[in-house]
Structure formats: structure tokens, C-alpha cells
């Protein structure tokens, strides 16, 4: 069976996926819903520039909403806060906000580098709150359906996938991302950008 040999990708499943493209969007989305949509991105900035300095923690300064595209290590830097950042702005909304927790548990949870019977509940038990919440998202959704999101399926399979294969981070391509700067854009920067590839061989050879 070759879909057995394909395991998970916490960077692009978890943080870019389920956390960034999809859970990120329609929290956004539903904010503008309650305060208006210019309204609720300087709201979203403020909170998240309100954050205080402290070891480990990113300051994301007061253009947050306006960055078009992030790092795995911004996205990670992102789940830590968000939670603070966004609590007061769902007062009223109870649900909502159990439903990011949950997100927030599962991709942390599925982040550790060992597991036991009892870390793999926790991700059940994770997995079980954004099942019972995800619907509150429905409208946000072009097509009205949640089921067809490959990354939001994907979910289901992290406990088989890391009783199989061990933890996520032997397959998370987070690794070979973070090697892009090394090993092409340095050699893209170092050549005259005339027939890059056969340059950026010999650079790489060197």
C-alpha cells in the first residue's frame, strides 16, 4: 500500500495548514463579522503589539494583520500567544474559544519529540474538541463543508501515523526548509543570474 509510506508534516499540516491558513482566516473572518472588518484588524494588531517582552517571546509590533507571508518559525512564535492575544476579543464566545485551544493543544502535543499512552490521549482528547467545535467555522467557508480540507483530515491519522512511525518531528520538513538559506538562496545570491542552475551545482560542490 504506498499511502502507508506517507507520514505527517507538522510544518506544512499543523502550523501552516490547520493553524495558518485555515484556523488563523476564519478567526479573522469571524472578528470582522463582530467588529467590522477594519475595525477588527487594528484590534487584532493592538492586542498582539500589547503583548508584553519576555524571554522566547516574538514582539510582532503593530502591522501584524498587514504581513503577507510568515515563516514556520513566525507561525510557531504566533501559537504561543495567540490564545492570550485573542481571549478578550471572543468575550461572549465561549466556544470559539475552546475551539482554538484545542488547535493550539493539538499542535503543540503533536510537537513532542516522544510520546506515551498518555500524550497520545491528550492529542485524542485535542482532536475530539476541534471536531465538536469546527462546525462554529461553516460560514467562513466558500463551499459550506469542512470535510474535503486535506489538512483538517490529516488530523485523524497523527496518533496511527506516530504509533507506526514514532514522533512527528522524524518526518516534519521544518529541517530541510530551514536548509533553503544554506544550500540555494546563498548560492543564488553569489552568482551573475545567468543560467543560475549549472552555477548553483558547481557553488554547491565547492
Known amino acids: 500500500n504506498i499511502y502507508a509510506s506517507m507520514n505527517i508534516d507538522r510544518l506544512h499540516q499543523l502550523l501552516k495548514g490547520v493553524f495558518k491558513d485555515h484556523t488563523w482566516e476564519w478567526m479573522v473572518d469571524f472578528l470582522k463579522d463582530i467588529y467590522g472588518a477594519e475595525k ?3 484590534l487584532i494588531d493592538e492586542r498582539f503589539f500589547a503583548l508584553p517582552g519576555f524571554s522566547d517571546i516574538r514582539q510582532f509590533g ?40 484545542s488547535v493550539t493543544d493539538f499542535i503543540l502535543i503533536a510537537g513532542y519529540h516522544s510520546h506515551t499512552e498518555t500524550t497520545l ?5 485535542a482532536l475530539h474538541d476541534i471536531s465538536r467545535n469546527i462546525y ?9 463543508s469542512i470535510s474535503k480540507i486535506p489538512k483538517i483530515h490529516s488530523l485523524f491519522h497523527y496518533i496511527e501515523c506516530i504509533k507506526k512511525m514514532g514522533s512527528a518531528d522524524n518526518s516534519d520538513t521544518e529541517v530541510s526548509e530551514a536548509t533553503h538559506k ?16 549549472p552555477q548553483m ?5 565547492r
Not at 490521549?121 to 482528547?125: G, K, S
Not at 551545482?201 to 560542490?205: G, V
Request: charged residues 30%; hydrophobic residues 40%.
Open 40 to 42: 477588527a484588524l487594528e
Open 136 to 144: 462554529l467555522f461553516l460560514p467562513y467557508r466558500h463551499n459550506q
Open 182 to 197: 544554506n544550500h540555494i538562496k546563498d548560492g543564488y545570491r553569489a552568482l551573475n543570474k545567468v543560467d543560475c542552475i
Open 62 to 101: 503593530d502591522k501584524l494583520t498587514r504581513v503577507k507571508q510568515w515563516t514556520g518559525s513566525e507561525y510557531k512564535d504566533m501559537l504561543k500567544v495567540w490564545l492570550a492575544a485573542l481571549a478578550p476579543l471572543l468575550k461572549g464566545h465561549p466556544n470559539h474559544l475552546k475551539f482554538l485551544k
Open 201 to 205: 551545482l558547481r557553488w554547491e560542490t
Open 121 to 125: 490521549r491528550y492529542l485524542q482528547d
